[in-house]
């Protein structure tokens, strides 16, 4: 079935960098993305991953794809206590895009 | 920058009662989607819906529910009798044609609801 799979939690000091690791069932999907919600709002997408890229990288975040193994990981180079928020990953299907657990990260100060 | 709108951002409701929640996609988008997301759980799909009619739905997305697009501006979801499990925030959501580009979703801010 469709599933999509998220550590829930994470916490990381200031200054390090955080990894936030996913897996998903399509490997039909043509983009992955990662979306971020802080409290109270919606989903903002944070960046994406065309399915025939290994790695991308955007500023602090870098996307690493694994498609023999369906797993998908964010990392945040020099987390700062605004990076505190949900990161969800999420896979396109046809006509629905579904949505990891979702991860907490927690920047301690 | 355009954005999606959802209103209200909070309906406070008694079981049973009928809710409607209104969402102004993006003008130029062609895909619309409803989501909720049950406190603290994950992002689940309801439904799609392209060209006036319903593309995908989920098992959530039962007899109770359904979607309109009454104008052109407009998508609303209805719960018609609504039960204590509809507690959620839905986020309402739009895209392009999800072949173009990178097909990203851009979410509303969530209509609360809390059934009592």
């Known amino acids: 079935g469709e599933d999509v799979e998220q550590s829930l939690f994470l916490s990381v000091r200031e200054g390090d960098s955080s990894v936030i690791n996913c897996t998903y069932t399509?490997?039909?999907?043509?983009?992955l993305y990662w979306y971020k919600q802080e409290p109270g709002a919606g989903l903002q997408l944070l960046t994406y991953?065309?399915?025939?890229?290994d790695m991308k990288q955007d500023q602090r975040l870098t996307v690493l794809l694994n498609k023999k193994d369906k797993h998908l990981s964010l990392r945040i180079a020099d987390t700062q206590t605004g990076d505190s928020a949900i990161y969800f990953c999420?896979?396109?299907?046809?006509?629905?895009?579904?949505f990891g657990t979702g991860t907490r990260l927690k920047v301690l100060a | 920058e355009p954005e999606v709108t959802q209103t209200p951002s909070h309906q406070v409701t008694q079981m049973g009662q009928e809710v409607i929640l209104r969402c102004v996609p993006i003008s130029n988008h062609l895909y619309f989607y409803w989501y909720r997301q049950i406190l603290g759980q994950k992002v689940e799909f309801l439904v799609s819906?392209?060209?006036?009619?319903?593309?995908?739905k989920s098992e959530i997305f039962d007899d109770q529910f359904s979607v309109e697009r009454p104008d052109g501006s407009n998508f609303t979801l209805k719960i018609r009798s609504t039960k204590l499990e509809d507690s959620a925030m839905y986020f309402c959501a739009s895209s392009e044609e999800p072949g173009q580009n990178t097909g990203e979703l851009f979410f509303g801010e969530g209509s609360r609801l809390t059934v009592l």
């Open positions: 399509d490997s039909s999907s043509t983009y």
């Open positions: 999420a896979e396109k299907g046809t006509y629905k895009y579904i």
């Open positions: 991953i065309f399915s025939n890229m």
């Open positions: 819906f392209y060209n006036n009619e319903i593309s995908e």
